[in-house]
């Protein structure tokens, strides 16, 4: 199964399947009970990521949707130091849009086969993602992840319908 990068509120980001394994336990709380998170953002994995590997010194890159602020930037740049200090052979590419037009850039991405390893959205933002097969399919790959979050937070991040497999293409955070 592979491993996760827990944030300070127990939740996880995954990485594509190509990505090198990461874990990074801190203050674990309890998710609460509904379906989206607070600031409405979910991480997603994707499935053709780029994680580098230049002689043993890997990259993991992650996108987020106007997170580099005041609130977000020190917690995100913890969790970075950390876990690179823990894993000296993984770099981590912390890349962040603007929520202007993020939807068309996630879709630039994709047709040129740049998707960043984990990408930060919502459902209505990467469905057409998993529907194109761009997103990894985490009950799949990790079936155990279900029981480490609140029913409706899981249900957040469950697609299915319109040409998509029943499954949860992300992780909620």
């Not at 630039?108 to 990467?126: C, H, R, T």
């Not at 097969?133 to 899981?154: F, H, I, N, R, T």
């Amino acid at each position: 199964m592979p491993q996760g990068l827990t944030g300070h509120s127990g939740h996880t980001f995954w990485p594509t399947s190509s990505s090198p394994p990461i874990q990074l336990e801190q203050e674990k709380r309890p998710l609460p009970q509904r379906n989206t998170s607070q600031n409405g953002h979910t991480f997603w994995p994707i499935t053709r990521g780029t994680a580098g590997d230049d002689g043993g010194k890997k990259e993991i890159s992650f996108q987020t949707w106007n997170l580099k602020n005041d609130k977000y930037t020190p917690y995100f740049e913890a969790l970075i130091k950390a876990y690179e200090k823990d894993h000296p052979d993984v770099t981590v590419k912390w890349l962040d849009a603007p929520s202007d037009g993020y939807e068309d850039k996630l879709s630039s991405q994709a047709a040129a086969g740049e998707l960043p390893d984990i990408v930060d959205g919502g459902n209505s933002i990467l469905y057409g993602l998993a529907k194109a097969g761009a997103l990894l399919d985490v009950s799949k790959q990790a079936p155990d992840a279900e029981k480490d979050y609140y029913e409706g937070a899981w249900k957040s991040v469950t697609m299915q319908g319109n040409g998509v497999e029943k499954g949860a293409y992300g992780l909620p955070w």
